[in-house]
T-cell receptor, first 113, second 118 residues
Framework: GAGVSQTPSNKVTEKGKYVELRCDPI?????LYWYRQSLGQGPEFLIY????????DSGLPNDRFFAVRPEGSVSTLKIQRTERGDSAVYLC???????????FGPGTRLTVL | AQTVTQSQPEMSVQEAETVTLSCTYD???????LFWYKQPPSRQMILVIR??????QNATENRFSVNFQKAAKSFSLKISDSQLGDTAMYFC???????????????FGQGTILTVHP
């Protein structure tokens, strides 16, 4: 079946702009996660959803970052007033439940000029 | 807070040989899961193997096996009969079971770059 998909695969923007990154999880997966991976590092947790609600957003670095999952399926990560330090690969993962294995998408590489 | 440490930034191995990647972790939780993920240059994070902390038996998936030492908080990955396609960055990761303070989210190590030479 189809895996986790993320769009766009690459996004280049200018400092101060607003960006949206989309994640389409595996069908039927109730849990959805966002991670950020800087070059040469392991992914760092940002936020996860159980259904439509954010169960844990403790990893969001500041209030410029926000994520939604209005219908319990697709999720959008939104970054306002982007900064050069936001440049990274943003990974999305989904799982059947929070105790099941997380399956990752191919990521979106965000570059802020 | 949970931490995961991979002390080997880079490893290399000859094709068909065996290699072991190290991982240690720190947690106060008793019920948790450990994972090894592989990330090739394509960037796709792929699950290699999963271990439940309550299981004493080490997990095995074909050429991949783990040595899980719960008391020592060690979780190493052994790759047998290495293949060129095993070349990738390997990440050790941890998540607590539901009911723990950090359930749901994965905590990753820094990664080990593995290169398999022909």
């Amino acid at each position: 079946g189809a895996g986790v998909s993320q769009t766009p695969s690459n996004k280049v923007t200018e400092k101060g702009k607003y960006v949206e990154l989309r994640c389409d999880p595996i069908s039927g997966h109730t849990a959805l996660y966002w991670y950020r991976q800087s070059l040469g590092q392991g992914p760092e947790f940002l936020i996860y959803f159980q259904g439509t609600g954010a169960a844990d957003d403790s990893g969001l670095p500041n209030d410029r970052f926000f994520a939604v999952r209005p219908e319990g399926s697709v999720s959008t990560l939104k970054i306002q007033r982007t900064e050069r330090g936001d440049s990274a690969v943003y990974l999305c993962a989904s799982s059947l439940s929070i105790t099941d294995t997380q399956y990752f998408g191919p990521g979106t590489r965000l570059t802020v000029l | 807070a949970q931490t995961v440490t991979q002390s080997q930034p880079e490893m290399s191995v000859q094709e068909a040989e065996t290699v072991t990647l190290s991982c240690t972790y720190d947690t106060s939780e008793n019920n948790y899961y450990l994972f090894w993920y592989k990330q090739p240059p394509s960037r796709q994070m792929i699950l290699v193997i999963r271990q439940e902390a309550y299981k004493q038996q080490n997990a095995t998936e074909n050429r991949f096996s783990v040595n899980f030492q719960k008391a020592a908080k060690s979780f190493s990955l052994k790759i047998s009969d290495s293949q060129l396609g095993d070349t990738a960055m390997y990440f050790c990761a941890f998540t607590a079971n539901a009911g723990g303070t950090s359930y749901g989210k994965l905590t990753f190590g820094q990664g080990t770059i593995l290169t398999v030479h022909p």
